[in-house]
């Protein structure tokens, strides 16, 4: 009120450039000096005075969560069964939901039948039309496309550049797990596993069809079939007793059945007869 914010303003402009030459004077401009990694001290929380990033030779390490043009997710090289496959799908639903419209994606089809794959053929993203919103990465249903933290894509040519296309786009998942330890672990919590979601079922169907095709010992074999066949000697019985106690009685189960359906039929219609004559 009646300029003493902009006082306050001045006085820690001030404040901040007489602290500038006192650091230096404290430090001796040691911490200018590139020989030794002082880049942690000019950085961190008690600094003091103006400090200047001497880029590009020094750059500010990005926060977790920044976010600048996206990339496609496909496993590690060194993975058993899936090396380098995509986890995209292409579903379509990242340039969908895009804003400005920046993502195309040509979907694969099979070589023999002519069927859609669910993998992208190509995928392509202008890095100039692209608001890093982050969007693509929030709706993917398979966590296949992420925000990168790579914000150097200056450059002289715009078409060989500017337009990525799947090889540029394609990392591997250690590389988001990375730049992103923390992000990535609560993604695993969640899908319950490191790896994509179809690589979990495939490893879940190759363990169900490795038990069911090994061979059992033969103690096992005998006891399971022992077990089969007092079961249905149980069943049997109990069927001929079912049987034997309605044939005394005069009745079979199927009248039995037949009687108890009449039976609720009469009710439901004594009671729609009482609804529609309180409706009445």
């Given amino acids: ?34 020989s030794t990694d ?46 380098g496959k995509d986890w995209c799908t292409s579903c379509g639903i990242c340039a969908k939901v895009c ?9 694969g089809n099979d070589p023999d039948t002519g069927r859609p794959v669910p993998e992208p053929e190509g995928f392509f993203i202008d890095i100039d039309i692209c608001m890093n919103c982050g969007y ?5 249903p398979f966590d296949a496309i992420k925000m990168d933290h790579d914000y150097e894509l200056a450059s002289y040519d715009r078409t060989s550049h500017h337009i990525h296309d799947k090889e540029k786009l394609s990392k591997p998942n250690s590389y988001w797990r990375s730049i992103a330890p923390t992000r990535a672990y609560d993604e695993m919590l969640v899908r319950g596993t490191w790896e994509h979601k179809d690589a979990a079922k495939e490893a879940r169907r190759g363990s169900a069809s490795s038990r069911a095709s090994s061979p059992q010992p033969a103690a096992q074999q005998a006891a399971s ?26 009745a079979t189960p199927w009248s039995e059945d037949d009687a108890k359906r009449e039976e609720r039929r009469r009710k439901a219609l004594e009671r729609k007869a009482k609804r529609a004559a309180r409706g009445g």
Avoid at 136 to 140: D, K, N, R, S, V
């Fill in 136 to 140: 693509c990465a929030e709706y993917c």
């Fill in 38 to 83: 002082n880049f942690g001290i000019r950085q961190g929380t008690q600094t003091k005075g103006v400090i200047t990033v001497q880029y590009p030779d020094e750059k500010i390490a990005v926060p977790e969560r920044f976010r600048f043009v996206p990339f496609l997710i496909v496993e590690d090289d060194d993975h058993p069964t899936r090396s």
């Fill in 99 to 107: 804003p400005p419209q920046c993502i195309w994606i040509v979907r």
């Fill in 1 to 34: 009120m009646y300029g003493t914010g902009l006082a306050k303003g001045l006085r820690l402009t001030l404040r901040h450039f007489v602290e500038s030459y006192i650091d230096d004077l404290r430090y001796g401009f040691r911490k200018y000096h590139h």
């Fill in 225 to 250: 079939a022992a077990a089969a066949e007092t079961a249905a000697v149980s069943a049997a019985v109990e069927a001929e007793t079912v049987a034997t106690a309605a044939t005394a009685e005069g």
